[in-house]
Structure formats: structure tokens, C-alpha cells
């Protein structure tokens, strides 16, 4: 495995900021998957340990920092162990309901017994309500029934019912007729043998979702005592609703986020299973950037005005001068017109190199963090 010093001593970019660049070898999986950052897998995140370089270059402790696209939390926890208090706002209901359960303070005790009583009592449920053509597509049979039962174990109310909404989403996710090659964005589903690019060999569709129940019940309670023991006493607001236009507490701090990009990821779309058995509400419209808006000069124009009207929106809850930290791979450079649009002055550019391995695709691209002022 290639060092830092190997992966980036040679590259001729004086621009390279070797602090926020890390090769595969010197940040392993398990330390960007930390404590509650693996609590449910999320396409399209930022690695925890860019957040706390940023969080040391431009916070100090105690102050209130903004993330309007919070995605799955990763700005919100890091804040919340540096000693940040945060806001975060997200247009999908599954991703404000993610960034909750993993910044809340739980009664762990408490979610341990309702998870044990849910999972001991699977089978004396008898799955019921209505099943979308979508679960029925995507799931085995005996595969739903349990997930169905599962879900009906789930209290109606309080916080741990939320934690146990993801337990139940992360084990449908494991649990669909996915490929396992493909669990990021599967197309169609797969009901029999097929050849798996990641096991190299034949495999077939998991029938069994109450194994990944189980696993994932345990997992979840255990990475949430770790973050428990590190969470400072600062509180985080978590807004489900639209960036452009949510309603924020004044004198924020600064900023750290990062947008999505035209047409690359649907934020909706990756965790269909967890809007179809949690019934949340689809925004898919008001989400920006998403992929069924296409690339045409028209949706590039758009997405530019739509995320400008996010940081205008911000800066008026802004400090005045406080930073604002944006890491976007800008392959079409729309950023500098954006900013200048929101009223925000850029300081400095940062390049990053990402040096990953997801699956089986060699991620290695430069991608900036901008640096702008209120
Ligand atoms: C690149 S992701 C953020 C990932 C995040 N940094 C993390 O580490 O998890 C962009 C997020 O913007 C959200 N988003 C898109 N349009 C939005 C809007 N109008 N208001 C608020 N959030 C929006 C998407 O749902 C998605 O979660």
C-alpha cells in the first residue's frame, strides 16, 4: 500500500493541501467509519477527518456551526466532539432522520430492551398493511414479512422508535434482491443466481432480512454508546426542509458543507427501501441537482441559482466575515459565479486529492475546498 508520502510527494501541485489529503493506507475504513458514521451507509459523504481540519482551522469551541446540506451528519457529529454546536438542514426526510438519531443523546438501556423485545418477538407478528410494488419487487418474500414485522414492533413515538427506524432501513438495504456488487445503486432486481464482480463467484439474493436485524440492532446500540462517551454537551438542530428557504437561529458561526453536483447523485433515490417502509414524505422536486433534472445549459443555470439562493439564505443568519467552507469537485468551475451571486467573498482555494477505494471503483480525483467569507 502506497504512503502519504508516496501517493503525494511526487505530484506537481503546489496547490495541493497535503493536510486535507490522505492516502488509503494512512486513514483507514474503520476510522472514517467511526462510531456513528457507519450507522447507516449514505452515497455521496465527506470524510469525518476533513471536518475536523476544518473545524480546527477556522472554530473554536462553542460556537454554532451550519451545514444547509447536512446529508448524513457528518458535519453535525464531528461538531459535536470538537464542542460546536450545530444546525443542519436536509431535504430528505431519511437524511434529517439519520443525522438525528446520530447526533441525539439516547437512553441506551432503554433501545437495547426494545430492540431485544422487537427482535424476540418477530414471530409472534403477523406482517400486515399495504405492500407497494416496490417492496414486492425488491424484497424475498420471507425477507419483507420480517422487515414488516420488524416495523410494526417499532414503538410509534420517542426517540428511540427513530433509532429504530434506521436499524430497520440499514437491515432492508442488506436485505434487498441487490446484487452485492451494487448495493450503492442497483438497477433492477436480481431473483436468482448471478455472477458477483465482488466475491468472484456465483451468488444468490439473501431471502433472509432477520439475520441483518439482529446484526445491525447490536452494531447500532454499540456505536452509539462509543459516540455517547465522546459527544459534548452542545445541542444540534437538525431541519428537515428546503435550504433556500429554512428559517435559521441568528448569529451562526460559519459554515462547513458539502452540495451535491448536477446529475451525480440521487439523495432521494439511494434509500428508496427506507421511504417506502417508513412512509416519509418524498421532496424530490426541491432537491437540488438531482440527476432526473439532467445536464442540460438549462439545469446547469438552474442548479447554480438554486444553491446560490442556499448560501444568500445562509449569510443572512451569518456572523459578518464568518467563514464558510465548501468542498465540491467543481469539474465545470460554477463555484465562482456562485458565490459571488450569494454575496460571499472567496479567500482561498484549496485542492484535495481523494485517494479511495469504494467497491470496486478506484476513486482518485482532486476535488476543492473553498474558503469564503460572510
Ligand atoms: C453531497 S450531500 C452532503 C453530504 C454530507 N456532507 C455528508 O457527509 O453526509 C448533499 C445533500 O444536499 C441535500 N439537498 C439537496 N437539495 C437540498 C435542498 N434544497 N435543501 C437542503 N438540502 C438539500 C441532499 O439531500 C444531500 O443529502
Redesign the pocket.
Known amino acids: 500500500m502506497a504512503t502519504q508520502e508516496e501517493v503525494y510527494g511526487g505530484l506537481e501541485r503546489p496547490d495541493l493541501d497535503r493536510e486535507l489529503s490522505w492516502a488509503e493506507h494512512e486513514l483507514k475504513e474503520r476510522e472514517r467509519t467511526k462510531h456513528v458514521h457507519r450507522l447507516h451507509p ?1 452515497l ?3 470524510v469525518p477527518q476533513l471536518v475536523e481540519v476544518c473545524l480546527r482551522r477556522h472554530f473554536v469551541s462553542g460556537g454554532l456551526v451550519l ?9 453535525l457529529v464531528e461538531c459535536t466532539t470538537f464542542g460546536a454546536h450545530a444546525v443542519g ?4 426526510a431519511f ?1 434529517a432522520l439519520l443525522c438525528r438519531v446520530k447526533t441525539g443523546r439516547h437512553d441506551l438501556d432503554r433501545l437495547a430492551v426494545l430492540l431485544a423485545d422487537a427482535l424476540a418477538g418477530l414471530d409472534d407478528v403477523t406482517p400486515d398493511g399495504p405492500v407497494s410494488e416496490y417492496l414486492a419487487d425488491w424484497f424475498a418474500p420471507e425477507a419483507l414479512a420480517d422487515l414488516l414485522r420488524f416495523r410494526a414492533l417499532i414503538p410509534v413515538a420517542g426517540d428511540e422508535a427513530d433509532v429504530m427506524r434506521v436499524v430497520l432501513s440499514r437491515a432492508a438495504r442488506s436485505a434487498r434482491r441487490a446484487p452485492h456488487h451494487n448495493l450503492e445503486s442497483p438497477r433492477v432486481p436480481v431473483t436468482g443466481p448471478y455472477w458477483c464482480h465482488k466475491h468472484r463467484r456465483t451468488c444468490t439474493p439473501t431471502t433472509d432480512a432477520r439475520q441483518f436485524l439482529v446484526r445491525y440492532a447490536r452494531d447500532t446500540v454499540k456505536r452509539l454508546a462509543e459516540y455517547a462517551a465522546i459527544r459534548g454537551e452542545v445541542e444540534v438542530d437538525v431541519i428537515h ?4 428557504l ?1 428559517s435559521l437561529p441568528s448569529g451562526i458561526d460559519g459554515l462547513i ?5 448536477p446529475g451525480r ?1 440521487d ?2 433515490g439511494q434509500h428508496r427501501y427506507a421511504y417506502e417502509l417508513l412512509g416519509l414524505q418524498d421532496r424530490r422536486p ?4 438531482n440527476p432526473s433534472r439532467g445536464l442540460s445549459r438549462a439545469a446547469f443555470a438552474a442548479y447554480c441559482d ?1 444553491v446560490a439562493a ?1 448560501f444568500a439564505n445562509a449569510r443572512a443568519y451569518l456572523q459578518p466575515g464568518a467563514p464558510v467552507v465548501i ?1 465540491i469537485d467543481d469539474v465545470r468551475d460554477l463555484y465562482t459565479t456562485i458565490l459571488e451571486q450569494a454575496g460571499l467573498e472567496l479567500v482561498t482555494r484549496h485542492v484535495r486529492h481523494v485517494n479511495r477505494r469504494t467497491g470496486r471503483r478506484d476513486e482518485g480525483y482532486f476535488e476543492a475546498v473553498l474558503v469564503a467569507r460572510a
Open positions: 449514505y455521496g459523504k465527506f451545514d444547509p446540506f447536512a446529508g448524513s451528519g457528518t458535519t438542514v436536509d431535504i430528505s437524511n426542509g428546503d435550504a433556500r429554512a458543507t458539502s452540495p451535491p453536483y447523485i439523495y432521494h426541491e432537491e437540488i441537482g438554486d442556499v468542498v
